[in-house]
Nanobody, 125 residues
Framework: QLHVVESGGGLVQPGGSMRLSCAAS????????LAWFRQAPGKEREGVSC???????NYVDSAKGRFTISRDNPKATVYLQMNDLKPGATAVYYC???????????????????WGKGTQVTVTS
């Protein structure tokens, strides 16, 4: 069973920084990709970033230059470093494991993609 748990969310001021963590268990992280999604109140869940098994990365346009995804395979953990946070970044952030990074719509309704329960990020003054 693929199992991931998010942590590191909380309250942060606009312009501040936060690092989210996704801890993996039940599988060897080296051979898998991990993506971060987020869902704001009243909005659809959207992809934010993905890192593949070769450490290649993808970002949504709003995250480019401000967010950095990275992986530490020996610690079985993937991180999302978020800098210069905007109020629009307020959302529940989820990590999801798959064989490789995919176009965002392909994550929906896939039995081979395993989701965490999410961690809340709130950007406010």
């Amino acid at each position: 069973q693929l199992h991931v748990v998010e942590s590191g969310g909380g309250l942060v001021q606009p312009g501040g920084s936060m690092r989210l963590s996704c801890a993996a268990s039940g599988f060897t992280l080296d051979y898998y990709a991990l993506a971060w999604f987020r869902q704001a109140p009243g909005k659809e869940r959207e992809g934010v970033s993905c890192i593949n098994s070769r450490a290649g990365t993808n970002y949504v346009d709003s995250a480019k230059g401000r967010f950095t995804i990275s992986r530490d395979n020996p610690k079985a953990t993937v991180y999302l470093q978020m800098n210069d946070l905007k109020p629009g970044a307020t959302a529940v952030y989820y990590c999801v494991v798959s064989v490789e990074c995919m176009p965002w719509p392909q994550y929906w309704n896939r039995a081979d993609a395993s989701w965490g329960k999410g961690t809340q990020v709130t950007v406010t003054s």
